[in-house]
């Protein structure tokens, strides 16, 4: 696919066809996206694919608000970084997964950014379990040392999202004189 149209098509899809995801295709997706840059080139991320249907539904428990999408999902990559590699390892893992969701489409996959950083499995309740242990309960596979910015939920897409504008006005682009 041809870059301009991938980024164009890349929306955040919430409702997938359940049809199931290719290992393949998974696979193909995070080898492109370990070519995304670092800080310092510390190579920081790590990506973890979730294909076991019980555990990528269960992921969808990891906050009671905006990640319930993982139910229906065919496929979860779980995006992780190591905080002994760079200080820098948020961003280093944000700019992959950014990287990650634009091969998705280049695969014929639809994909939304879930995210789990600092939140907590219930919003209003200070006491409740980490969003980041919750996953880690759910997919024991993930070395207890690495930390989590987000779970990308995979799918084939059950619905056109509508692009986004082309052009939408002169705010976010400047020019300098
Ligand atoms: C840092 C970040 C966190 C996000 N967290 C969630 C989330 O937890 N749940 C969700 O449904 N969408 C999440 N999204 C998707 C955004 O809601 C989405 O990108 C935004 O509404 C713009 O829509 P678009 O991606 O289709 O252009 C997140 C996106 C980013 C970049």
Redesign the pocket.
């Known amino acids: 696919m041809e870059f301009k149209e991938v980024v164009k098509k890349?929306?955040?899809?919430?409702r997938y066809t359940g049809k199931p995801v290719e290992v393949e295709k998974l696979r193909a997706a995070m080898e492109l996206a370990l070519r995304a840059p670092s800080s310092k080139n510390t190579r920081s991320t790590r990506l973890m694919a979730v294909t076991n249907l019980d555990k990528v539904h269960a992921l969808g428990r990891l906050?009671d608000?905006?990640?319930s999408?993982l139910e229906e999902a065919g496929a979860a990559i779980v995006v992780m970084g190591d905080p002994e590699a760079s200080p820098m390892w948020q961003t280093n893992a944000?700019i992959m997964?950014?990287v990650l969701q634009l091969a998705l489409v280049d695969e014929g996959l639809a994909s939304?950014?879930?995210?789990v950083?600092d939140?907590l499995t219930i919003n209003d309740d200070p006491s409740s379990q980490r969003s980041e242990d919750y996953v880690k309960d759910v997919v024991p596979e993930i070395p207890a040392e690495y930390r989590i910015l987000?779970v990308i939920?995979i799918g084939y897409a059950d619905y056109t999202?509508k692009p986004?504008p082309d052009y939408e006005g002169p705010e976010r682009i400047l020019f300098a004189e």
Do not use: M
Not at 10 to 14: D, E, F, G, V
Not at 112 to 115: A, G, I, N
């Open positions: 890349r929306r955040s899809t919430r906050r608000w905006g990640s999408l944000a997964a950014t939304c950014w879930v995210h950083g939140y987000c939920s999202p986004l």
